[in-house]
């Protein structure tokens, strides 16, 4: 099943050159849930109708007893684009090697659907007093635009009060926080003119400098404002990253364009820091009044900050005899969030192999992983 599901190419990218369908693997994974009882929704994602979420259900043949959550094993089926001629193995060949399994996908996160679909094997409707449900969501690698459409649909409020594992890559420790994502453009439009006469025109980069500036006295505010020791870097971060205005020294600037990326910490709003961004910079800028626009490069990741004592949480503390952690990349966790649904962040993989040539999976995780998924079932589903 993990070759198979690693020979489709599922590229998810924001550069409309490499981005591809995920629909055959979405296909293939329905093609084998199906026959062993679960009911197959392939949800097309709306305006993007090549990429689309499975949600897979077995449902109980019973009533559902009272405070019987269900599990959601979740994953994501694209990946990252890759560097063919860097790869030592074919990307979409699964290579077994010196004890590893290589391929795109092997760690982040394909073959996690293999070993979930493993750890089903054997269970019917007449055992499960939950539901089970099996999650394939499309696009995680270029924005969260599956889980996003899930949190709003009528399938995802399905789930609601479920507990969910996803098994991104976290050498099957268990992970129930990370900060959330935000990319900010922040343009500055002025007006253009001959260099020797400052009357002739209103100056972008000038009124860029105090942008700047402004922006550095917020971020230390945040980090004085915001703490969690749970993280290695326990504040709130901001990059400037990218800046670009004017064209000619002799010109008065007319336009200019900083673009920025803030990691909040759970609990931390991501309307409301793009609300506080706004107020500042205008309140600085008040006197100088060049046009001012402040924009999202994307829609933004929240943070995750599932409850340290959640259910699932604490049985995955226990099954695997770690305590929960952060981590420093983003998942699709505080969607689930959103319809009810409590997660834990928890696979096989390796965070440091992913998105890199050579991606690989230890083939000693194999069984003990597909171990670990049945005990969740058992806890979450099973009589
Ligand atoms: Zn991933």
Not at 181 to 206: C, K, Q, V, Y
Not at 255 to 278: C, K
Request: proline share 8%.
């Amino acid at each position: 099943m993990m070759a198979a599901i690693i020979a489709e190419p599922s590229v998810s990218s924001v550069d409309p050159s490499l981005d591809q369908s995920n629909r055959s693997v979405v296909e293939l994974l329905a093609g084998w849930l199906e026959p062993m009882g679960f009911r197959c929704v392939i949800d097309p994602l709306p305006d993007q109708p090549k990429k689309v979420n499975l949600i897979a259900t077995l449902h109980p043949d019973g009533p559902r007893p009272e405070g019987a959550r269900g599990l959601v094993l979740s994953g994501h089926t694209d990946t990252v684009p890759f560097d063919g001629d860097r790869w030592t193995t074919d990307p979409f060949t699964l290579t077994e090697r010196d004890g590893k399994l290589y391929g795109l996908g092997a760690s982040d996160m394909k073959s996690f659907f293999a070993l979930a679909l493993e750890a089903t094997r054997g269970v019917h409707a007449g055992m499960l007093r939950a539901p089970l449900t099996l999650l394939a969501t499309a696009d995680e690698e270029s924005g969260m635009d599956g889980a996003r459409a899930l949190a709003a649909s009528e399938h995802g409020r399905a789930l609601a009060g479920a507990a969910a594992v996803i098994g991104e890559p976290t050498g099957n420790r268990p992970v129930h926080v990370h900060k959330g994502i935000m990319m900010e453009s922040i343009r500055i439009t002025g007006r253009s003119g001959h260099s020797s006469d400052p009357h002739l025109g209103r100056n972008a980069l000038d009124a860029m400098a105090v942008v700047l500036d402004e922006i550095i006295l917020w971020r230390a505010a945040l980090a004085v404002r915001h703490r969690d020791p749970r993280f290695a870097i326990p504040y709130p971060t901001l990059n400037l990253g990218h800046i670009h205005g004017g064209d000619n020294p002799n010109r008065i600037c007319g336009r200019a364009e900083l673009q920025i990326d803030l990691r909040p910490l759970p609990g931390m709003d991501v309307d409301a820091l793009r609300e506080e961004l706004r107020e500042r910079l205008r309140e600085r800028l008040a006197e100088r009044a060049p046009d001012l626009e402040v924009s999202p490069l994307s829609p933004g990741q929240p943070p995750m900050a599932t409850p340290a004592d959640a259910e699932v949480v604490r049985l995955a503390e226990r099954l695997t005899g770690h305590k929960s952690q952060a981590v420093a990349f983003a998942t699709e966790a505080p969607y689930l969030a959103r319809l009810g649904v409590e997660a834990v962040v928890l696979g096989p993989g390796d965070i440091n192999c992913a998105h890199q040539p050579d991606e690989h999976l230890p083939v000693d995780r194999l069984e003990p992983t597909v171990r670990l998924l049945r005990q969740f079932i058992q806890h979450f589903c099973l009589h």
